[in-house]
């Protein structure tokens, strides 16, 4: 979260900008630290929210409160974003507090406009590619991900923005238009917000994509209320059924690997990858 998620309008901050923004721009040239303004305005942003990773939001159009205006005393009108300090701290705690959920985490005001605009292409499908004068021109590929937010923009020769991202079967990524594009057969993204039957070539792809689409939630430790686990308090989950699977991740700065415990909301799914991970371990099946 950003301090101009917790902004209001009328509320007074006093500027603290570092001296590294302060050697990039002119911005701040003639607003001293230490200057008070008032907030005045907000830019809005408008976010797409994708089909793939559903990390907080599900798939859609959001407005969402962007960077904020300040007002000075001289009648000066600058951006703040990360340059200001609200000057009331106890009621930046309060706002704080108030936008976090019963586990402690922040959820930021989001307005959902719509849904996604229609594509004739979605991620995860299988296409060719007519590239103009390109080597992979012609290959199969896949829809790796829509930049919606440039779908009707153009580049400078007037011709349409190449808004898809293709995953190239070697590796590696990179960008087509739409008209350039031929579909090969759809994939399980677009089957499943169309109910068709999905196909999986394992249990451990199954579990991917559904964690991709946002069908798994991450588990909190009960033993110390964060989602912090050993590997026999995330056998112990699993085997009580408090949890179905878990991943690895390097930890940072070296902390070791970071243990991380779900549990899907597809019960029948959740007790097949619990019985899997456990029979994995060599513990007795479920």
């Known amino acids: ?10 509320d007074e901050v006093i500027f603290k900008v570092d001296d590294e923004r302060r050697a990039w721009t002119n ?43 300040i007002w000075l005393p001289d009648g000066r009108i600058v951006p703040g974003d990360w340059s200001v300090e609200m000057v009331d701290k106890n009621e930046e705690k309060r ?77 590696g990524t990179t960008s087509a238009e739409e008209s350039w594009i031929e579909l090969v057969k759809r994939g399980n993204i677009w089957k499943y917000y169309h109910n068709e039957p999905l196909s999986f070539t394992d249990l451990k792809e199954e579990a991917g994509f559904f964690k991709l689409i946002g069908q798994a939630e991450e588990v909190r430790n009960p033993a110390n209320g964060i989602y912090s686990w050993t590997k026999e308090e995330m056998l112990e989950a699993i085997k009580n059924g408090t949890a179905h699977g878990f991943s690895v991740s390097g930890g940072l700065f070296g902390s070791g690997p970071h243990i991380s415990v779900c549990r899907f909301k597809n019960e029948e799914l959740g007790q097949r990858i619990a019985q899997a991970t456990l029979e994995g371990f060599g513990l007795v099946s479920i």
Request: charged share 25%; net charge neutral.
């Open 95 to 171: 706002r704080d507090a108030a936008m976090r959920d019963k586990n402690g985490v922040l959820r930021t005001k989001h307005v959902r406009l719509g849904d996604l605009p229609p594509t004739k292409f979605w991620e995860g499908d299988g296409v060719r590619v007519h590239f103009p004068d390109n080597e992979y021109s012609g290959q199969e590929m896949t829809i790796g991900r829509i930049d919606y937010s440039f779908m009707y923009k153009c580049r400078n020769d007037g011709s349409p923005w190449p808004f898809y991202e293709i995953s190239l079967e070697r590796g």
């Open 1 to 10: 979260m950003t301090l101009s998620e917790l902004l209001q309008i009328g």
């Open 27 to 69: 911005t701040y040239k003639d607003v001293p630290n230490g200057t008070k303004g008032v907030v005045c305005g907000f830019y809005d942003a408008v976010i797409y929210e994708p089909r793939v990773p559903v990390l907080v939001n599900p798939p859609g159009v959001y407005h969402q409160q962007g960077a904020v205006s």
